[in-house]
């Protein structure tokens, strides 16, 4: 493993060296695949080893037993969309209007004219694929043409192989899209999508609740698809619907066969499920087996998709040079749109654990996520309290693979490959959180600033706390991890700090 770290870094050298348009080298098989898994609505306190007591997450604690549990690291967004956007593209969301949550017939969000995260591997001579829920658009401006091919999307953003859920599971059009296609679709019964009003006539959860295997609590209850009511509305297509009990089953054995056709030539598989999202409606294997209703069943479901892509890098011989980064989009929400039981079933579990709100919030639960790193031979395990963001991974693992990214690309992704591998126990001197109503905070060393808005402070359909307030707010998140006592009356000088540093961020376009 030295010997192919040292290659690995030589090459690096290399390619850094090389000059605009010259070619570059071709990027020796064992340089190390990466494996990025990305969970949907995971919280902070959902997984074992981040301290749940009432799930067992075998194959996750295990994963993270095995390397670093980051304890401060962020998606960059309280939300889907634009968590996945910053990933993806190394800017954050806020920046580019458009960006946050995507109806099921958006256009494509991400320009395919800029770098992006699979984008860099390409440069490295990797294959890229990205198999699970999607959420980011497809199409031009318009939306996608269902019925035909479906451009652009993944492979003109850097993906050479894709099988994805267009949006989410409680979105229509509920089909996967391979490439460029609608997967099983029959020519003679074309599919029709709608975000405005009714088209066809399948029944919906509004006017037929009697059909319904799920129910709504709020919102969802157009367009009914394996007896669960959506958001939006479509007819046709009938032979290439999904089954959301089989759906985490569809999704590992898709990435399964991705791996075991790549595993000779490096690769970067970007493997996103959709637990914990909702409908939550787990296969029979996991149905009921947690005690805490569909949510807590779906946790289980994740935990074992992990633990099959772990045998199946196990069993190809490909763990020890693959790294492997597990992590969510946002932060936790009980009832997100179904009568599902979460909330009458939640007992004393903690989804958020200690942290203040949850997904689409400015506190700290909005964003802080689980996030685990393995590497065999190159991390040692252990925990770390390094500030890191996903909007980093373009920057850091271009380095890794020895791609030199222009400073006017990723405008937001800083090179912290030195606290992912653990080596560096600081990270960011601060990042940028989103909320859903487009309240910006600032996390700097200890403390964290919350800019004013004058939003809701609950969002009730939910049943989370926005952060939202018409004065500033500031925390120690050292002395106060739950964000309980605002301190801004007492620390003015730290307070416009944070605001003229924020400010800066936001008006300068970029943070590198």
């Known amino acids: 493993m030295r010997y192919r ?31 990025l898994i990305y969970a949907d609505d995971l919280g902070y306190g959902d997984l074992g080893c981040y301290g749940a007591g009432h799930l067992t ?11 670093i549990r980051f304890t401060r690291a962020h998606a960059s967004s309280a939300s889907c969309t634009p968590s996945r956007y910053s990933m993806l593209t190394g800017q954050y969301a806020w920046r580019k209007p458009g960006t946050n949550i995507a109806r099921g017939d958006a256009k494509l969000l991400i320009d395919t004219g800029i770098v992006t995260l699979p984008a860099v591997f390409q440069r490295a001579g990797y294959t890229t694929g990205v198999v699970g829920k999607w959420h980011l658009g497809l199409g031009p401006e318009g939306g996608p043409e269902w019925n035909g091919e479906i ?46 009003k009714k088209i066809g006539d399948w029944p919906t959860g509004k006017e037929n609740p009697e059909l319904l295997k799920m129910h709504p609590s709020h919102g969802h209850d157009q367009t009914i698809v394996n007896g669960i009511s959506r958001i939006g509305y479509m007819s046709g297509g009938k032979a290439a619907l999904w089954t959301d009990e089989n759906t985490a089953d569809t999704l590992v054995k898709r990435a399964r066969e991705f791996m075991i056709r790549n595993q000779d030539t490096p690769f970067f598989l970007f493997f996103s499920a959709h637990d914990i999202h909702v409908p939550r409606v787990p296969h029979e294997r996991f149905a009921g087996k947690s005690g805490m209703g569909p949510r807590g069943d779906v946790i289980l479901q994740f935990d074992w998709a992990v633990g099959a892509l772990m045998e199946e890098l196990d069993r190809l011989g490909l763990a020890e040079n693959t790294l492997v980064i597990l992590t969510s989009d946002n932060g936790p929400v009980v009832d997100d749109g179904y009568r599902d039981q979460a909330v009458e079933l939640l007992s004393t579990h903690q989804p958020a654990g200690f942290l203040r709100g949850g997904k689409y ?37 271009a380095r890794l693979t020895g791609v030199v990214v222009d400073s006017l690309e990723a405008p937001d992704s800083l090179d912290e490959l030195d606290a992912l591998l653990g080596k560096d126990k600081k990270g960011r001197s601060h990042l940028v959180e989103h909320a859903l109503n487009g309240t910006l905070s600032l996390v700097s060393g200890d403390w964290k600033y919350i800019e004013p808005h004058k939003g809701p402070p609950v969002l009730a359909h939910v049943n989370i706390e926005t952060g939202n307030h018409p004065e500033p707010q500031l925390y120690n998140l050292v002395a106060d991890p739950g964000e309980k006592r605002n301190l801004a009356a007492e620390h003015p000088g730290k307070l416009s700090e944070l605001a003229a540093l924020l400010e800066k961020i936001r008006t300068q376009g970029r943070s590198r």
Do not use: M
């Open 57 to 67: 997450t075998h194959h996750i604690d295990a994963l993270a037993a095995e390397g």
């Open 361 to 397: 919030s400015a506190f700290e639960g909005g964003t802080r996520v689980p996030f685990i790193v393995r590497w065999p031979g190159q991390v040692h395990s252990g925990h770390s309290d390094a500030l890191i963001s996903q909007v980093d991974l373009l920057a850091s693992l």
């Open 5 to 35: 770290l040292l290659k690995g870094l030589a090459l690096a050298a290399l390619l850094s060296a090389c000059g605009p348009g010259e070619e570059k080298p071709p990027v020796a098989a064992d340089r190390p695949n990466v494996l």
């Open 151 to 196: 451009k652009p999307g993944p492979l003109e953003i850097g993906f050479d192989y894709s099988f994805i859920l267009p949006a989410t599971g409680d979105r229509v059009p509920c089909v996967y899209v391979e490439n460029h296609r609608v997967v099983g679709l029959e020519e003679d019964d074309p599919i029709q999508v709608s975000y405005g």
